[in-house]
């Protein structure tokens, strides 16, 4: 596909990394030299200096014959003017990134009058995704698939865990009777897909999928189900911390936000009533204490600085402090506290990234079954794909123990009419199925893309 990406920032960067990646034509155009410079030099993209919003620009990009382009620079208004002018060029679909609240509401009718096919938030998709975890203390990342009915859940596997030290395949009947498949898991900065012979060790974060009542049921099995959160630290008062406070009010929790900026703080008090606003740095070890950090159920550290973000949720690890989320966008410095214990850390370019890839990978494949649910795990080095079987998938009624499935593909999770399956060797799929699947990074476009060429026995699933 030809991709034009206006605005060569974190998100259009990490765009053009994925989207190249994958084999796309990429045009990035941006007004800066230096950010066009370290593109030219790291990626296999076309560059072009210029404004996005400006007719000769985008045409000079090719967007008179453009399949996609991608508006995410720093201004909203900016990023639907491109939408605009290069709908009029001839571009055959478009995406604006819009983080302002006005705009957000005003989606439906921006979209008729801007020519904008599809607008992301990542900022609302990043508190909904903080919201999530809150729900559910006990993972460091949870997926959803199927409107809510399949969810995908991460932990880190501790020493006293039942489970360490003996294949999957020898795991007790207690947990082979809950409907749900351990589908991935890292060890040492290596993503593994298991089989029946895996065997999980002390340290390695696990992901765990199927119907939320068994996830829910084996997270307390384990010894990881929390209370319920009640009060919420968050520290920085930006956008993310606007939309995160709105939905932890309606979720009847207490949120104390800290904000260095005065005239920000009178903002939030404003549109915030319910949350209670202390203006001060929460970098300040001494504010956080006497702000009795240690009495919150959860810290949320959303400063503009991944930095301080990384250092101060450490700290509130260090004072007990139950749940721990922080953001960070700079992915090399997310290993290493992960290392340190600290396992929440969400990125919105990424959220950003997981989205436009997800509707990059329907244009292409509009003929196949359809992909309706798309997440980047284990730190990008697998993907959960949700397919909705049809008539052009080949094996339907074929029992999957007879298939041959290309090297780092599981089929997870198969729900038929309505009822939630964690497939088994004699499983099969039918039309009309829901169909997740878990690769090993292999950009599976269709879930036609799975099979090998040939049907041969391989024995049952992993467990």
């Not at 990394?17 to 155009?29: F, G, P």
């Not at 997270?219 to 968050?234: D, E, S």
């Not at 203006?279 to 006497?290: M, N, P, R, V």
């Amino acid at each position: 596909m030809n991709i034009i990406i206006v605005g060569d920032g974190k998100v259009g960067y990490t765009l053009a990394e994925h989207l190249s990646r994958e084999e796309h034509n990429v045009t990035i155009v941006d007004t800066s030299e230096e950010a066009l410079r370290k593109a030219d030099e790291s990626l296999d993209v076309m560059c072009i200096k210029g404004n996005g919003a400006s007719i000769t620009a985008l045409r000079e990009a090719g967007a008179d014959t453009a399949d996609l382009l991608i508006a995410a620079t720093s201004m909203d208004e900016i990023n639907m003017v491109c939408c605009l002018t290069a709908k009029r060029l001839g571009t055959r679909f478009t995406i604006a990134r819009v983080r302002n609240v006005e705009h957000t509401v005003d989606a439906s009718a921006l979209k008729h009058d801007m020519g904008i096919d599809t607008l992301i938030n990542p900022e609302n998709a990043t508190a909904v995704e903080i919201a999530r975890l809150l729900r559910f203390p006990s993972a460091a990342n949870i997926e959803t698939f199927y409107r809510g009915r399949v969810e995908l859940m991460s932990f880190r596997a501790r020493e006293e865990d039942f489970f360490l030290g003996q294949p999957l395949s020898a795991l007790s009947q207690q947990v082979r009777n809950l409907p749900i498949l351990f589908c991935a898991a890292e060890r040492n900065g290596e993503v593994i897909i298991p089989d029946g012979s895996f065997v999980p060790q002390a340290e390695d974060r696990i992901y765990v999928i199927g119907a939320p009542l068994g996830v829910h049921e084996f997270f307390k099995l384990i010894g990881r189900y929390a209370p319920h959160i009640r009060n919420v630290f968050v520290v920085g008062g930006g956008r993310i911390t606007y939309y995160l406070s709105a939905i932890l009010e309606r979720m009847n929790m207490h949120v104390k936000i800290v904000e260095l900026s005065e005239a920000r703080c009178r903002q939030l008090s404003e549109i915030l009533p319910h949350s209670l606003i202390i203006c001060g740095d929460g970098t300040d070890q001494e504010l956080l204490e006497s702000e009795n950090l240690e009495d919150a159920d959860a810290f949320v550290a959303l400063t503009g600085r991944d930095e301080d973000n990384l250092i101060i949720s450490l700290y509130a690890m260090q004072r007990k402090v139950a749940k721990v989320v922080a953001k960070c966008n700079r992915q090399n410095y997310t290993g290493i506290v992960r290392d340190l214990g600290l396992d929440s850390v969400i990125s919105p370019k990424l959220f950003t990234a997981n989205q436009i890839l997800h509707i990059v990978r329907g244009m292409q494949n509009s003929k196949g079954s359809v992909m309706s649910t798309l997440y980047r795990i284990a730190d990008g080095g697998a993907e959960a794909a949700e397919f909705v079987v049809n008539e052009t998938t080949r094996h339907l009624g074929t029992p999957l123990k007879d298939l041959r499935l290309k090297k780092g593909i599981l089929v997870a999770v198969i729900v038929h009419q309505g009822r939630t399956i964690i497939p088994e060797g004699s499983s099969t799929i039918e039309l009309g199925d829901t169909v997740i699947i878990i690769s090993s990074n292999q950009g599976i476009l269709d879930i036609n893309d799975i099979f090998d060429n040939s049907i041969l026995d391989l024995g049952a699933g992993n467990q």
